[in-house]
């Protein structure tokens, strides 16, 4: 049995597989194999359902100084005080950030949870995003940048 790593831990061990991750360089397809191998990790969190989950997420943005298109996987876990009451949520997020030109300008903005009492299974939803049109679309341009963060919220 694996031992359960402490959620304020999980950037680093998101940046140590990406690190890790054969081939990841900063793709795209690097990143679903890096977020795969990110999910296998327990973190302390609640028994419920909804306590570790998944986003994708992407669309324009304006909170940098240039106009930017911005694709993320965020997985999201529950923080509980000593009573096991929810306290907070930590996000984890990889995140790549391209120039905005014509071709993203005109793509819609998107966000999709996945959460484990769901119908489909993580590696089924991850597929999907692997094979989402805007993987298409990204292949082709290179990323002004690329972030793993995280924030409480």
Avoid: C
């Amino acid at each position: 049995m694996s031992t359960k790593q402490k959620v304020e831990a999980a950037a680093r061990a998101a940046r140590r597989i990406a690190e890790e991750t054969e081939g990841f360089g900063a793709s795209l397809s690097g990143l679903t194999r890096a977020v795969g191998r990110f999910s296998a990790i327990e973190f302390e969190v609640p028994e419920i359902p909804d306590a570790d989950g998944y986003l994708f997420q992407y669309g324009k943005v304006n909170w940098f100084p240039e106009p930017t298109f911005a694709l993320g996987i965020v997985r999201q876990l529950e923080v509980v005080d000593s009573s096991g009451e929810h306290e907070s949520y930590v996000q984890v997020q990889f995140e790549f950030r391209y120039p905005m030109d014509g071709d993203l300008e005109s793509v819609a903005s998107h966000s999709e949870w996945w959460f484990p009492d769901g119908e489909v299974s993580f590696g089924s939803w991850l597929d999907s995003v692997h094979r989402a049109p805007i993987m298409s679309i990204l292949a082709a341009k290179a990323p002004r940048d690329f972030e793993i963060s995280q924030e409480q919220v």
